[in-house]
């Protein structure tokens, strides 16, 4: 039984934790989407639709939640390093977010309520580049850098109506925004130029919806199903420019989320043994700006396939009793290439747990990696090392 004190102890540190993004496309549209899921799931190669364990809570189907009979909290850590090249530059980009913090209470007849914080995009990028201009002495370096993302304060209910069926809501108030910095300096060895430099800001405010289901047909059967509409919400973008302390303009607008849906399946065909499988298709083509569509997105399928082997609980020996789990994900991104090429993403992974010191919770470890890129070689290529830590406890208060 996990303690409170611990428990409040570690959420202090999550909420005051700096968050960060990751790839070098994370800058289009409203950023990377972060990994809807715990290092349990992603151990597996799976967002858990339908992958069910003690204890350990599902970010993408709220159904799920239904099976808890116990207060849970869980926290997640994401870490990231990103190894990109092209033709003519090699860099190595690392990040870190917490892109979720739960808490989960069993309320009476059966229904189970929760509060999170969650981080749905995220976007932390910097490029520049430098035009020579009227010879060697003489030059224009441009930059664009931008830092923010898209959060939402998560509101879970799910009740059980009949046996072996499950429903669940997630509530989402979106917030966020997103401050982008774009400096133009003409350089000189006689003349000290001042630079240009906008800085636009977009603020985001708004609220959608997820719905999931859970059916057991059979004690080692499990399958879940998501989906999410599309939503438009509201966008505020201040622009403010060189020496001026009040924005020089201010455009407000709307912005229309894509639509989601997935489906999943558990399989036992041991007590200690597990294949999941899942896919979840996004239509980032309904993707919308003011109306209008945002150049290059297309719809995007993530499908994943995994299995885990559990430790014995009885085990004397400290290895047999850690779960062994192992995954592979087909992640393409969103947004084509400059040639109109999918960027293709492959990602493998493991993953197992620890406890912690028996009566602090657990925690889940998974390590991935993979690579991301288009068949165009002079598109930029990436290698992909990511880190998943999710610690969880729990404790009966009713």
Request: proline share 5%; charged share 20%.
């Amino acid at each position: 039984m996990i303690r409170k004190t611990a428990l409040f102890s570690l959420l202090i540190c999550f909420i005051a934790a700096p968050c960060a993004a990751f790839s070098q496309y994370s800058i289009q549209g409203i950023g990377e989407p972060s990994p809807d899921a715990t290092a349990r799931q992603l151990g597996m190669g799976v967002l858990g639709i339908a992958c069910t364990a003690p204890f350990s809570l599902s970010q993408t189907n709220p159904a799920l939640a239904a099976d808890f009979n116990a207060t849970t909290f869980s926290a997640t850590m994401f870490a990231a390093q990103w190894d990109m090249k092209d033709q003519s530059v090699r860099r190595t980009r690392k990040s870190a977010l917490f892109p979720h913090i739960r808490l989960l209470i069993p309320l009476f007849l059966k229904l189970k309520v929760g509060v999170g914080l969650t981080q749905r995009t995220s976007v932390d990028y910097h490029a520049a580049q430098i035009f020579p201009y009227q010879g060697d002495d003489e030059a224009i370096y441009r930059s664009v850098t931008a830092v923010g993302g898209l959060y939402a304060l998560r509101l879970t209910m799910a009740h059980q109506p009949v046996k072996y069926v499950s429903l669940g809501l997630y509530s989402d108030l979106l917030f966020g925004s997103i401050e982008q910095q774009w400096k133009t300096e003409f350089r000189n060895e006689f003349y000290d130029y001042k630079p240009i430099l906008d800085k636009p800001t977009m603020h985001f405010k708004g609220a959608d919806f997820t719905f999931g289901v859970h059916l057991r047909p059979h004690p080692y059967l499990s399958i879940g199903g998501v989906f999410r509409a599309g939503r438009d919400i509201d966008t505020k973008t201040k622009i403010h420019v060189n020496f001026q302390s009040d924005p020089v303009d201010t455009l407000e607008s709307d912005m229309a989320l894509p639509t989601m849906y997935g489906f999943g399946v558990s399989i036992h065909p041991q007590d200690r043994l597990h294949f999941v499988a899942d896919i979840q298709v996004t239509e980032w083509q309904g993707f919308k700006i003011s109306d209008n569509p945002f150049p290059g997105a297309e719809n995007s399928r993530r499908i994943g396939i995994g299995f885990e082997w559990e430790g014995d609980p009885r085990a004397d020996n400290f290895l047999s009793r850690m779960p062994v789990r192992v995954g592979y994900s087909d992640e393409p991104w969103h947004i084509v290439d400059e040639n109109g090429k999918r960027i293709n993403g492959y990602f493998w992974s493991v993953g197992t747990s620890f406890d912690l010191f028996r009566k602090l919770g657990v925690l889940d470890a998974a390590i991935t990696y993979g690579r991301r890129g288009s068949n165009n070689l002079r598109a930029i290529q990436e290698k992909v090392l990511q880190g998943t830590f999710t610690v969880y406890g729990f404790e009966k208060w009713f």
